[in-house]
């Protein structure tokens, strides 16, 4: 078997896994070592991941609520939501992914590293309103905003918050989704830039939050 292609884990990993450091460890492993096979990630991410997708999605970890229900729409092998469950074991994560695929290696994820804090629904964000109402929603890569924010609005309730990952063109998606974030009721929304040492790509994270009844 050819050696595994994986990119240095960048220093801040440790402290945003903590005392799942080696969980987060053994899933960039198993994503590197059978994401491509399984259809999860592309053939040029393994030599990336843990500084394009895992600490990425990782670096989100210090904006959850602590105690609270977070939905991740889209979660396909599990970034971010698998990750952040991870990183934070007093959050309760709910990855919602409608591809059966996807929803048997997230199920196979979670169960491997003993996750208690995760679970798995095969659902499109639409039909999963009866799930919630969570503290936060996240999702990274699913859509624009402009169809992500009506699309997650009914999982939150008055006070719920949309943390969304994005990159380069987030100001234009914003601009572009004065529509819906007036119909959703969502606050002026804020963008935090997001990066480390070794990871070259920041992430910009779109929050807003629920203000009013929609
Ligand atoms: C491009 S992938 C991104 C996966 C992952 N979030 C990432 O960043 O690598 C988009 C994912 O969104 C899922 N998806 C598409 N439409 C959806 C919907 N209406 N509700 C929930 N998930 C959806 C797809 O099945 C797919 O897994």
């Not at 599990?78 to 994560?93: C, H, T």
Request: aromatic letters at 4%.
């Amino acid at each position: 078997m050819a050696p595994l292609e994986l990119d240095d884990e960048p220093a801040i990993a440790a402290e945003l896994f903590g005392e799942n450091h080696e969980r987060a460890r053994s899933f960039t492993h198993e994503l590197a070592t059978r994401g491509e096979l399984l259809g999860l990630i592309g053939p040029s991410e393994a030599p990336r991941l843990w500084s394009r997708h895992i600490v990425n999605c990782a670096l989100v970890a210090p904006f959850l609520r602590s105690g609270g229900r977070l939905a991740d729409i889209g979660s396909g092998a599990g970034l971010p939501g698998l990750v952040l469950a991870i990183a934070r074991p007093d959050v309760e994560v709910t990855l919602i992914e409608p591809m059966e695929r996807r929803t048997d290696w997230l199920l196979a994820e979670s169960s491997r590293l003993a996750l208690r804090n995760v679970t798995v629904l095969r659902a499109r964000a639409e039909d999963a309103i009866a799930s919630g109402p969570y503290d936060q929603v996240t999702a990274r890569a699913v859509k624009a905003l402009r169809q992500l924010i009506p699309m997650t609005r009914p999982l939150l309730d008055e006070g719920g918050e949309m943390l969304f990952l994005k990159g380069e063109r987030v100001d234009q998606e914003i601009a572009d989704s004065l529509k819906q974030r007036r119909a959703a009721r969502l606050s002026e929304p804020t963008v935090e830039v997001l990066t480390a040492d070794g990871v070259p790509v920041p992430t910009r994270l779109f929050r807003a939050t629920v203000v009013g009844a929609s």
